[in-house]
C-alpha cells in the first residue's frame, strides 16, 4: 500500500515545465562545451549548485560561474557583430572590454 501512494505522487505528479530554449545554454555548460551563437535561451539556474565547493557540481561549475560564461560569450557575440554592423565602434568595443574584463 505505502509503495502505491509513493509510486501515483512521483508518476502521477507534474513535472517541472522549462522552456525548450532554456536548454541550449545549460546543457552545452554542463557538458563543458560553449554555448550556441544563435541561443535565445537562459541558463537554467535552479539545476546548477550555488557553490561550486558543492562536490554534486557537475566539472566544478557554480551558478555564478555559469553566468560568467554566458555572459562573456555574450559579450563577444554583441562585439563581432556590432563591428561588423558598424554598430560599434572598434575604440568603443575596446573601451568596452576594459570595463567588462576589470
Not at 507534474?14 to 544563435?38: A, K, N
Request: glycine share 4%.
Amino acid at each position: 500500500m505505502a509503495y502505491r501512494v509513493w509510486a501515483e505522487y512521483h508518476l502521477l505528479s507534474d513535472p517541472e515545465v522549462v522552456p525548450q530554449t532554456d536548454l541550449v545554454p545549460t546543457l552545452p555548460l554542463l557538458l563543458g562545451i560553449p554555448i550556441p551563437y544563435s541561443s535565445v535561451g537562459q541558463v537554467l539556474l535552479p539545476h546548477l549548485p550555488a557553490d561550486s565547493q558543492t562536490g554534486s557540481a557537475p566539472a566544478g561549475l557554480s551558478q555564478a560561474e555559469a553566468l560568467w560564461i554566458n555572459a562573456k560569450q555574450i559579450f563577444a557575440s554583441v562585439c563581432a557583430v556590432g563591428i561588423l554592423r558598424r554598430h560599434l565602434m572598434v575604440w568603443k568595443v575596446f573601451a568596452l572590454k576594459l570595463v567588462f574584463e576589470a
